[in-house]
């Protein structure tokens, strides 16, 4: 299974709506070299040629499917943006809250660890005593 990182998605986005690497430089706030390092990356990834160099730039046949996934894991955010942001189900503005966790047996008898005697304190946690 194929794993894109979410500023790469972006990326070839911007790349096909401005329709320049440097015009989706501009948009990302970063350099077109950086806009061509991951458009290659993502190229390398699925072994296949995303985008046509052509100004403008314009996908590939499978292009159009990583672009199509890309579109999507943008509007799945912004769904779930939207939704985080209203209010509950109740109408009265009150989102529902997470209800608590139940204690389980064990929990109650775990103890918090303690340093031994003798151990001495440094940076990297506890150090055995000489």
Same mark, same amino acid.
């Given at each position: 299974?194929? @794993?894109?990182?979410? #500023?790469?998605?972006?990326?070839?986005?911007?790349?096909? #709506?401005? =329709?320049?690497?440097?015009?989706?430089?501009?948009?990302?706030?970063?350099?077109?070299?950086?806009?061509? @390092? /991951?458009?290659? +990356?993502?190229? @390398?990834?699925? &072994?296949?040629?995303?985008?046509?160099?052509?100004?403008?730039?314009? %996908?590939?046949? #499978?292009?159009?499917?990583?672009?199509?996934?890309?579109?999507?894991?943008?509007?799945? #955010?912004?769904?779930?943006? /939207?939704?985080? +942001?209203?209010? =509950? +189900?109740? &109408?009265?503005?009150?989102?529902?809250?997470?209800?608590?966790? $139940?204690?389980?047996?064990? +929990? /109650?008898?775990?103890?918090?660890? /303690? !340093?031994? %005697? &003798?151990?001495? $304190?440094?940076?990297? &946690?506890?150090?055995?005593? !000489?």
């Amino acid at each position: 299974m194929v @794993q894109f990182q979410r #500023d790469h998605l972006e990326t070839l986005l911007a790349a096909v #709506d401005t =329709g320049t690497f440097d015009a989706a430089a501009r948009t990302l706030s970063i350099t077109p070299s950086a806009v061509s @390092q /991951r458009v290659k +990356a993502m190229e @390398q990834l699925v &072994g296949r040629v995303l985008l046509q160099r052509t100004t403008p730039i314009t %996908p590939t046949a #499978d292009g159009e499917v990583v672009l199509r996934h890309a579109r999507q894991v943008r509007l799945l #955010d912004e769904e779930t943006s /939207r939704a985080l +942001a209203m209010p =509950g +189900a109740d &109408g009265a503005g009150h989102t529902p809250s997470i209800p608590p966790r $139940r204690e389980c047996g064990l +929990a /109650r008898h775990v103890v918090p660890r /303690r !340093p031994r %005697p &003798g151990a001495a $304190r440094h940076r990297g &946690g506890l150090r055995p005593a !000489p």
